[in-house]
């Protein structure tokens, strides 16, 4: 069964950073892109950035380029979200997901972000 | 950008079928695919690849993409029914979530 586990939100004022982690089982990990999608409180989804199997390749959302660093590590079955930089529009629910031929087929439960002062 | 367009709102009747339209430029020329997501929990895959569906989805599930519209149609719909639909596609190494729709079963 595929297992994806987000771990690493919480309250952070603006300017601050943050790094999220997801832990990911039932499947062979690096044979997969994996992407963060978030979602605002009361708000649509909103794809944020994705990373391919070796790391060699990565797409970010315009408005976090420069901001967050999307990262993997394969030997522990972990993907990672580094932000930077946090705005409040940043504050959301964000989840791992597994990216199979331009979808998103398994979803995590979401961290929740909270940027504010 | 792309862009996806949804109605924010479909209501249906038990047993009745509900259509959920998702607009943008030529997007039958690419795959579009569609998330359910119930109050508070994480989405699910529902139709990819225009009209294909996951193990596990029930047949009542079923989509159509042509020209600018891609439709997901819930046939014989259930309470259990009742969410937020979002349509997703692809373009230009961007991942695209249209607004949502909320399914109501009343």
């Known amino acids: 069964e595929v297992q994806l586990v987000e771990s690493g939100g919480g309250l952070v004022q603006p300017g601050g950073s943050l790094r999220l982690s997801c832990a990911a089982s039932?499947?062979?990990?690096?044979?997969?892109?994996m992407s963060w999608v978030r979602q605002a409180p009361g708000k649509g989804l909103e794809w944020v950035a994705n990373?391919?199997?070796?790391?060699?390749?990565?797409y970010y959302l315009d408005s976090v380029k420069g901001r967050f660093t999307i990262s993997r590590d394969n030997a522990k079955n972990s993907l990672f979200l580094q932000m930077n930089s946090l705005r409040a529009e940043d504050t959301a629910v964000y989840y791992c997901?597994?990216?199979?031929?331009?979808?998103?087929?398994?979803w995590g439960q979401g961290t929740l972000v909270t940027v504010s002062s | 950008s792309y862009d996806l367009t949804q109605p924010p709102s479909v209501s249906v009747s038990p047993g009745q079928t509900a259509n959920i339209t998702c607009s943008g430029d030529k997007l039958g020329d690419r795959y579009a695919c569609w998330y359910q997501q119930k109050s508070g929990q994480s989405p699910v895959l529902v139709i990819y690849q225009d009209i294909k569906r996951p193990s596990g989805i029930p047949e009542r599930f079923s989509g159509s993409n042509s020209g600018n519209t891609a439709t997901l149609t819930i046939s014989g719909t259930q309470a259990m029914d009742e969410a937020e639909y979002y349509c997703q596609a692809w373009d230009s190494n961007t991942w695209v979530f249209g607004g949502g729709t909320k399914l109501t079963v009343l």
């Open positions: 039932g499947f062979t990990f690096s044979t997969y892109w």
């Open positions: 997901a597994r990216l199979s031929f331009y979808l998103f087929d398994y």
């Open positions: 990373i391919k199997q070796l790391g060699t390749e990565k």
